[in-house]
T-cell receptor, first 113, second 112 residues
Framework: ETGVTQSPTHLIKTRGQQVTLRCSSQSGHNTVSWYQQALGQGPQFIFQYYREEENGRGNFPPRFSGLQFPNYSSELNVNALELDDSALYLC????????????FGPGTRLTVL | GESVGLHLPTLSVQEGDNSIINCAYSNSASDYFIWYKQESGKGPQFIIDIRSNMDKRQGQRVTVLLNKTVKHLSLQIAATQPGDSAVYFCAAPTDSWGKLQFGAGTQVVVTP
């Protein structure tokens, strides 16, 4: 176990709805990254937070947003859900910046109908 | 452009044999590479990494080889076991903050 937890495990939403996914980082880790993993593909970087500030994002539209809290837990919010948003959403926590191992949570499986 | 990709989508290996998983990359600026293992229903798990100033690194039953000339790295698993059945990804950071770019993955199936 990596010490990174995510909730919920599974979620079913309908197109147009909004969803919030949660991640609890490993103790002491101040950096969290979110990834989207479509079925049969590798994870795609969504964005990263460092000490509550967004620290870069990948090629995802603004309807994907996030928050990181003082205790370093974080949220991923997706508005106006589309069918293609169906995927496994992974968060990964790390200490400080590059060169440090990222620890992944088990993911949240989101299905959009 | 930057890309990290794998050659084979599925690798079938007999238990006890060695496995070799290959990965090609295009970004010469990547200074380290990472191999992850993802079992069904779980997040990626770090296996081993290698810095760009190294050609080879060994771990427990795993060896990663890096050939910078042809921009290729491989993961070798010795004496493959049923517990090694999983999808294996190579990944590389795209910036100094460690944002990772992953390949599509290779499914390793260990047969008795």
């Amino acid at each position: 176990e990596t010490g990174v937890t995510q909730s919920p495990t599974h979620l079913i939403k309908t197109r147009g709805q909004q969803v919030t996914l949660r991640c609890s980082s490993q103790s002491g880790h101040n950096t969290v990254s979110w990834y989207q993993q479509a079925l049969g593909q590798g994870p795609q970087f969504i964005f990263q937070y460092y000490r509550e500030e967004e620290n870069g994002r990948g090629n995802f539209p603004p309807r994907f947003s996030g928050l990181q809290f003082p205790n370093y837990s974080s949220e991923l919010n997706v508005n106006a859900l589309e069918l293609d948003d169906s995927a496994l959403y992974l968060c990964a926590s790390s200490l400080e910046i590059a060169g440090n191992e990222q620890f992944f949570g088990p993911g949240t499986r989101l299905t959009v109908l | 452009g930057e890309s990290v990709g794998l050659h084979l989508p599925t690798l079938s290996v007999q238990e006890g044999d060695n496995s070799i998983i290959n990965c090609a990359y295009s970004n010469s600026a990547s200074d380290y590479f990472i191999w992850y293992k993802q079992e069904s229903g779980k997040g990626p798990q770090f296996i081993i990494d290698i810095r760009s100033n190294m050609d080879k690194r060994q771990g427990q039953r795993v060896t990663v080889l890096l050939n910078k000339t042809v921009k290729h790295l491989s993961l070798q698993i010795a004496a493959t076991q049923p517990g090694d059945s999983a999808v294996y990804f190579c990944a590389a950071p795209t910036d100094s903050w460690g944002k990772l770019q992953f390949g599509a993955g290779t499914q390793v199936v260990v047969t008795p």
